[in-house]
Nanobody, 125 residues
Framework: QVQLVESGGGLAQAGGSLRLSCAAS????????MGWFRQAPGKEREFVAA????????SYADSVKGRFTISRDNAKNAVYLQMNSLKPEDTAGYYC??????????????????WGQGTQVTVSS
C-alpha cells in the first residue's frame, strides 16, 4: 500500500529553520506530483508548495514564497521542504501529499490522491 511518512518537524524560534522530509513507498514516485500542505487548529488545510514529477517546476503559496523551498530526490523516493525565516504563523501540522501525473489543481487539497500522517511544526516568537 501507499505510504507517505513525514519527519523533521519540531520546535523552532522565529527566524529559525527546519527541514521536513517525506519518504514515499508503494507508488511509482517518478509519476507523482508532490506537495506540502499545512493545517493549523481551527483552520482549513492550506497549500504550501508543490513540485513537478521531474523537479523542474515548483509552485508556492504567497505566504511562504522566498522563505520555503521544495525539492525532491526521485532516486530516494523523497520530497523535502526547507523552511527558513520561520514565523509564528507558520505553526501548523505539515502534510505531504501525492497526485498522479498532473500539476493542474495541485493547490487544492481535495485533488490529492495520497496523504501522509503529518508532522507538527511549532514556531515560538
Amino acid at each position: 500500500q501507499v505510504q507517505l511518512v513525514e519527519s523533521g518537524g519540531g520546535l523552532a524560534q522565529a527566524g529559525g529553520s527546519l527541514r521536513l522530509s517525506c519518504a514515499a513507498s508503494g507508488l511509482a514516485f517518478d509519476y507523482y506530483v508532490m506537495g506540502w500542505f499545512r493545517q493549523a487548529p481551527g483552520k482549513e488545510r492550506e497549500f504550501v508548495a508543490a513540485i513537478s514529477t521531474s523537479g523542474s517546476s515548483t509552485s508556492y503559496a504567497d505566504s511562504v514564497k522566498g522563505r520555503f523551498t521544495i525539492s525532491r530526490d526521485n532516486a530516494k523516493n523523497a520530497v523535502y521542504l526547507q523552511m527558513n525565516s520561520l514565523k509564528p504563523e507558520d505553526t501548523a501540522g505539515y502534510y505531504c501529499a501525492a497526485r498522479y501525473g498532473t500539476v493542474q489543481g495541485i493547490s487544492r487539497a481535495r485533488n490529492m490522491d495520497y496523504w501522509g500522517q503529518g508532522t507538527q511544526v511549532t514556531v515560538s516568537s
